[in-house]
């Protein structure tokens, strides 16, 4: 995967993805991360990799300061369609490369995005940068079986699947270790398709 590649993709994909991701099982586990999360007013909540701003539309946006990027024009563009009038900062930007200062957010989401970016390990350290002292990032996504192999039907279909835009065979638990300074793991939930998908959610202390 790269960041090329998945732009041509997400143009492609942008016009059908609510139907896949923001319907059936990818809602109803999208409410069940966001039900226990307790945002105000007063925080500062960045979203990377919004996309069409599917979980934008189940929280009480209008009163929170909230900033959301993503690296698709076309995904953006759905969710400045959706949002219009609201007071969403929208910007096309890199997870893997963002132009925010260190400690800016009170909450990180970060949704179906560190299974998409070509470099995982460049996106979750910038994420844990522009993050403040004690906050939080929530995670949404895939990854391989903890301290597990992928099955073989799994390795066959990942080369497939990855030319797709998305990589099914990520570990987080490696993630984690190469980026274990100052984080600390409050939350592992698996959400749905046995485990594969999982909330996490990371708080960052000294």
């Not at 105000?40 to 960045?46: A, F, G, R, V």
């Not at 522009?130 to 192999?149: C, E, M, R, T, Y």
Request: hydrophobic share 40%.
């Amino acid at each position: 995967m790269n960041n090329s590649w998945n732009k041509f993709i997400y143009k492609i994909g942008s016009p059908i993805y609510d139907k896949f991701f923001n319907s059936g099982n990818f809602l109803i586990a999208r409410k069940q991360i966001f039900q226990s999360i307790p945002f105000n007013s007063k925080q500062k909540i960045l979203f990377v990799g919004v996309g069409t701003g599917a979980d934008l539309e189940l929280i009480n946006y209008s009163d929170l300061d909230i900033t959301a990027i993503d690296y698709s024009p076309d995904m953006l563009g759905k969710a400045k369609t959706k949002f219009k009038g609201s007071r969403i900062k929208f910007l096309e930007m890199d997870a893997q490369n963002m132009i925010f200062e260190e400690e800016t957010f009170d909450y990180v989401v970060a949704s179906l995005i560190l299974s998409v970016v070509p470099d995982a390990n460049k996106c979750f350290q910038e994420i844990s940068r522009v993050l403040k002292h004690n906050g939080k990032v929530i995670i949404f996504d895939k990854f391989a079986p903890k301290n597990k192999k992928l099955s073989l039907p799994k390795l066959l279909l990942r080369p497939i699947i990855s030319a797709l835009g998305t990589d099914i065979g990520r570990s987080f638990e490696e993630l984690v270790q190469k980026n274990n300074k100052h984080l600390k793991i409050e939350e592992e939930t698996p959400i749905m398709m046995n485990g594969m998908y999982r909330k996490i959610i990371i708080a960052k202390i000294y």
